[in-house]
């Protein structure tokens, strides 16, 4: 099928390429000059596990073609993906204007039947709303239909979720775009829910928001543990083998982050506010996550009662491993309300990037976690990277000037901490350990 997808961002680039591995003819339009320059060369814009390979691919067989041409893209294209970004607001409301910037801009070339699709995730009511508009810039009623796709990608595993993904939600209220989604998606053979735009818009912001509670709650649970003597992960351990409840995303730590679950639960609570109908677990759910991700700083303060002028390493900046992606980051916060305190921070990321020396350009950055480790007074395990697993604890409790572990994300051993004689050892949920 010709295919045309608006935006090559995350989603936008993962979806273009996705489709052209099966067998369709895919344009993707991008209007960041840089960015296309970089994707017509076969070099990744963003971290994702495959991409490289996958990208370099589709530009030998020529199946994914990137261009600034709008006029090309949709003229070309019986379905048009509309993949741009959708930002919440400070007052936690979906910023749609990218969308409407892309219905302006392609209004003039739908000049046939052409199924109009929403990839980004927008608040419910915006298939309804895109038809509209289309109408109001004079798109003759029979030449587009307007479907939800959302889309489930996890970051860093997302081209293996388009393939392998547990499901397809498409929300139409048109048999005939219907009939062509069902045709666009049969050779990927992953179940199919086909419901009216309003569920499927839906589907998507419950998805992350119930993920989400799931977390929070076990982040209070886990707070519970370490009052009355529990182990967070052997309770998670218990809870997971009912199949009612399942084993993922039962893990406690610091907080979600990321470019999703912060914003789509806000959004979520907006939604519902607008409807008169409030989401009081998930508005609980947003306030617990945001008490979760500054809770090192609270560890570290009823350690130290002062706190000025300590030292603190930050092992890890990105939301969660294997990504470059700091967007609402744990991290962030932490470090934020370590400098308001006067704290010196140090931090190592195996893959930090430039936008967070452009957050914070005056905290050290250390090219090494041993590195990071030397001479501070404590030290706070922000994401659960492989190499911070198998830490040398002798070592850093060598280097440390004061070995304090405040382990964010539950990934030391206890016995482990004991025999390297560590200081102190904070855990989210399974005990704390004091010399
Ligand atoms: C999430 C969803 O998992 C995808 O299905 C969805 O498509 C995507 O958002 C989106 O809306 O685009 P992603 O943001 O990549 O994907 O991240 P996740 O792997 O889901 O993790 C989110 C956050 O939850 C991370 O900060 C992670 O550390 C945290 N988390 C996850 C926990 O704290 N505990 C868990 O048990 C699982």
Known sequence: ???????????????????????????????????????????????????????????????????????????????????????????????????????????PYIDKYK???????????????????????????????????????????????????????????????????????????????LTNPETAELIKYTSNALLSVKISFMNEIANLCNKVGADIDVIAYALGLDKRISPLFLKAGIGYGGSCFPKDTKALVKISENYNCDLDILRATVNVNEKQRVLPVIILKEYYKEV??????????????????????????????????????????????????????????SYDMYECLADSDAVIICTEWSEFYNIDLFKAQELMRESVIIDGRNILDKAKIKEANIKAYYSIGKGNIRN
């Open 1 to 107: 099928m010709n295919i045309c997808v608006i935006g090559a961002g995350y989603v936008g680039l993962i979806t273009a390429l996705c489709f052209g591995k099966k067998e369709n003819k895919v344009i993707c339009v991008e209007k960041d000059l840089n960015k296309l320059k970089m994707l017509k060369n076969g070099t990744p814009t963003i971290f994702e596990e495959g991409l490289d390979e996958l990208l370099k691919e589709s530009l030998r067989v020529a199946s994914v073609q990137f261009t600034e041409d709008f006029e090309l893209g949709i003229k070309s294209s019986d379905i048009i993906f509309i993949a741009v970004g959708t930002p919440t607001n400070d007052n936690w409301d979906v910023d749609i204007a990218q969308v409407d910037e892309v219905i302006n801009l392609i209004s």
């Open 115 to 193: 199924v109009i699709v929403t990839k980004s995730t927008v608040p419910v009511g915006t298939q309804k709303y895109i038809k509209i508009k289309f109408l109001e810039n004079q798109v003759p009623k029979g030449n587009f239909d307007v479907v939800s796709n959302p889309e489930f990608l996890r970051e860093g595993k997302a081209i293996y979720d388009f393939f392998y993904g547990d499901k397809i939600v498409i929300g139409c209220d048109s048999l005939k775009a219907e009939e062509t989604m069902k045709k666009l998606y049969e050779p990927f053979n992953i179940k199919m829910v």
């Open 308 to 365: 000025e002028d300590k030292v603190v390493a930050i092992l890890g900046l990105t939301f969660k491993p294997d990504t470059d992606d700091i967007r609402e980051a744990p991290s962030l916060y932490i470090i934020e309300e370590l400098l308001k305190s006067k704290v010196n921070v140090k931090a190592y990321d195996p893959m930090v990037t430039k936008e967070i020396k452009n957050i914070f350009p005056d905290i050290t950055y």
